[in-house]
């Protein structure tokens, strides 16, 4: 019972080491890369439709630039976070579950940063064209910093965890977790999935909701895709080994 008490002990231990190096990381980059932030909004903003910026508050600039630190910071120490997170879990895992918890912390990443940079780069330019449209001739728009700093990283990130989803569903396909035909049996509802998440990131109208939409259903298709390639049947023969040794031994 003791050695079961002190496992348990050392293991919630691991655990708050592990939190403390990825906080403690987090916690070092967020405070250099303030410095860097301002540089880094007069950038992203430069790349958007948008040309007049205001600050209608005293604190606003300020903690748009906090949210935009926090949100790099993340960004960068990613591949820390997924080391210490691996680490942690993998010497509980069989050596095939490691396997594919190397498969994804790699390309995961990768696919990660391409989604988000692709949700920058083509997504938030077409919604704000969008959105400028609507004001029409003699309106002058107005942008705040904050909620368009909030509007650029809400619809950027998703984009990169959208993204990985072609790999996980391959991942679990391989490991005869998931059948190919589970994806044609729900496509109705990802559709209408796709429409709900459309409705909550991207602006109200019709337009942007299906700007939205289709490349997020798009995905599914793709995920829909790899798992048809990628799986494996369960193998029959582990199954049936037990049921012949109980034969012979009748």
Same mark, same amino acid.
């Given at each position: 019972?003791?050695?079961?008490?002190?496992?348990?002990?050392?293991?919630?231990?691991?655990?708050?080491?592990?939190?403390?190096?990825?906080l403690g990381a987090v916690?070092?980059?967020?405070?250099?890369?303030?410095?860097?932030?301002?540089?880094?909004m007069h950038w992203i903003?430069?790349?958007?439709?948008?040309?007049?910026?205001?600050?209608?508050?005293?604190?606003?600039?300020?903690?748009?630039?906090?949210?935009?630190?926090?949100?790099?910071?993340?960004?960068?120490?990613?591949?820390?976070?997924?080391?210490?997170?691996?680490?942690?879990?993998?010497?509980?895992?069989?050596?095939?579950?490691?396997?594919?918890?190397?498969?994804?912390?790699?390309?995961?990443?990768?696919?990660?940063?391409?989604?988000?940079?692709?949700?920058?780069?083509?997504?938030?330019?077409?919604?704000?064209?969008?959105?400028?449209?609507?004001?029409?001739?003699?309106?002058?728009?107005?942008? $705040?910093?904050?909620? !368009? #700093? @909030? /509007?650029? =990283?809400?619809?950027? %990130?998703?984009?990169?965890?959208?993204?990985?989803?072609? &790999?996980?569903?391959?991942?679990?396909?391989?490991?005869?977790?998931?059948?190919?035909?589970?994806?044609?049996?729900?496509? $109705?509802?990802?559709? !209408? #999935? @796709? /429409?709900? =998440?459309?409705?909550? %990131?991207?602006?109200?109208?019709?337009?942007?909701?299906? &700007?939205?939409?289709?490349?997020?259903?798009?995905?599914?298709?793709?995920?829909?895709?790899?798992?048809?390639?990628?799986?494996?049947?369960?193998?029959?023969?582990?199954?049936?080994?037990?049921?012949?040794?109980?034969?012979?031994?009748?």
């Amino acid at each position: 019972m003791n050695d079961k008490r002190m496992s348990v002990t050392e293991h919630l231990a691991e655990l708050r080491n592990r939190l403390f190096v990825i906080l403690g990381a987090v916690a070092v980059v967020f405070l250099i890369g303030f410095f860097y932030t301002r540089p880094v909004m007069h950038w992203i903003i430069a790349h958007t439709p948008v040309h007049h910026v205001i600050v209608t508050g005293v604190t606003e600039a300020f903690f748009a630039l906090i949210k935009l630190d926090l949100a790099m910071s993340l960004i960068l120490t990613s591949p820390l976070i997924l080391y210490e997170v691996a680490s942690f879990i993998l010497p509980g895992l069989t050596h095939i579950e490691r396997r594919v918890v190397g498969v994804i912390v790699g390309p995961g990443l990768v696919l990660f940063l391409i989604g988000a940079a692709t949700g920058y780069l083509v997504f938030v330019p077409i919604v704000l064209h969008v959105m400028l449209s609507f004001t029409g001739h003699g309106i002058e728009p107005l942008w $705040r910093l904050g909620s !368009l #700093l @909030s /509007f650029i =990283i809400d619809l950027s %990130l998703p984009f990169g965890v959208f993204a990985e989803l072609p &790999l996980v569903s391959g991942v679990l396909s391989h490991l005869g977790m998931v059948h190919p035909a589970m994806f044609a049996r729900y496509r $109705r509802y990802a559709i !209408l #999935l @796709s /429409f709900f =998440i459309a409705a909550i %990131l991207a602006p109200p109208d019709a337009l942007s909701m299906t &700007l939205m939409a289709l490349p997020i259903y798009l995905i599914y298709e793709v995920s829909a895709l790899v798992a048809r390639f990628t799986y494996k049947p369960p193998d029959v023969s582990e199954h049936a080994a037990p049921s012949d040794n109980s034969e012979g031994s009748v």
